[in-house]
């Protein structure tokens, strides 16, 4: 027997279906009329899961770096040898798979034939199939995407500014690993992360489009047997409270210094509306400090500071926590300083009751808006539901949204003690600034 369960938002106007599958399997259905389904189905198991057991009687396992990412990649090979790229095309259906810090999805999107790409689905992450010859092959595959990772500067400089950021935080590991942590994985390791992680009952299903929930769950019982019962212990580091370093530097090819400036947030709730809170009233502050019509971002920008291009954003879940902006400057040093001497007068003087609100608004449209984005929804219930969170209610908390609220995590998010800057500059760069400053 399947357990199924409705949830509306009357402030929305809008509902979907949550199943508890026989099979373990929770499965999310948002019926929505439009031409393309989607489907996407996760699984609870990223880059900082390196070390886990299912009983405190076990040893840990520990296993290499990138092993999550090289499982993703193997997931798509079957026994009869065809992929299940093959199998997708035959029903028009375009696939995809990634690898996250903390877990991996597997999607696809169809404008027919949506059962048919549905089972390929469901059969491709239940069927396992690898053997020493297969996945000693996929070590050169994987090897050269490692290196051509370590040749991006986004990429380069994103870790750098994470591993300032943190001292111990499996956050650090890259997702793909290293050439080195990756030849030490083997089938059998394979094997046993595959029957730990992808449990069905670690695992969850999202659907989105003009399909309905007997449709989905007909699939479904074709598809999946009852998984076992499963708890799963995961070795978290504890991290300190400082981070690990001011700054991260790097020459690379490229033409203009890129640079991110991270702030490190210590204060996480235990509860997942008070986690979801902080990320609304976050994302307010950020749309006031940072967005195209802030003050700040307009004067650095008029001052050749800049680039148009400035992305920003709070990363705010149950196992960590940081703020981050990033860029194009020439001068990096001066930005940092300015958005610190911002922010810092911000603090004092408080935020205008006409700029909260303009701000919440701003936020609030948005969180409404990403229900018309149907290719989006499923990755969005993926997020909430992943952090123990209900999306319905995200309006619900922005609305609520106080400007005490916004100015006690503008108080308390940008410490600048906790604030490091990661600059990736163009090659020579640091010589040739040393000639300069010499009299």
Known sequence: MHNTETRESRRLGLSYTITHHASGLDIYVFPKKVSTAHAAIVTRYGAVDNAFRLSPREDFTVVPDGIAHYLEHKMFESEDGRDAFERYAETG?????????????????????FDASLEILLDMVTHPYFTPQTVKKEQG??????????????????????????????????????????????????????????????MALFVCGDVT????????????????PITIERRVPAEPRAVAARRFYREMHLSKPLFEIAFKDNEISGEPRGRMKKQCAMDVVN???????????????????ISPRLSYGFSHCR???????????????TVFARILSYVGELQRTGIAEADFERCRRVVYASSVG?????????????DFVLDGQEIFEEPEVIASLTRADAEHVLRTVF????????????????EKQQKEEKP
């Open 213 to 228: 929930l007997d449709e989905v769950l007909a699939v479904a019982d074709r598809c999946l047997a009852p998984a076992p």
């Open 93 to 113: 259906a375009d696939a995809n798979a990634y690898t996250s810090s903390t877990h991996t999805a597997y999607y696809f999107s169809a404008t027919e034939q």
């Open 370 to 382: 990403s229900w018309d984005d149907a290719d989006e929804i499923p990755f969005d219930l993926m």
């Open 415 to 430: 410490d600048p003690e906790m604030a490091v800057m990661g600059v990736v500059a163009p090659l020579g760069t640091a």
């Open 287 to 305: 749309c006031l400090l940072f967005s195209q019509s802030s003050p700040l971002r307009s004067a650095l920008y008029e001052e050749g500071l």
């Open 141 to 202: 595959i994987i090897a050269q995407e490692i290196r051509m990772g370590e040749d991006n500067p986004s990429r380069a400089l994103y870790y750098g500014t994470i591993r300032a950021l943190y001292q111990k935080s499996n956050l650090r590991l890259n997702v793909a690993g290293t050439v080195e942590s990756i030849a030490e994985i083997t089938a059998d390791l394979l094997y046993r992360c595959y029957d730990v992680f992808y449990n069905l009952r670690n």
């Open 319 to 333: 196992d960590f926590s940081y703020n981050e902006i990033s860029g194009e400057s020439a001068d990096p040093e």
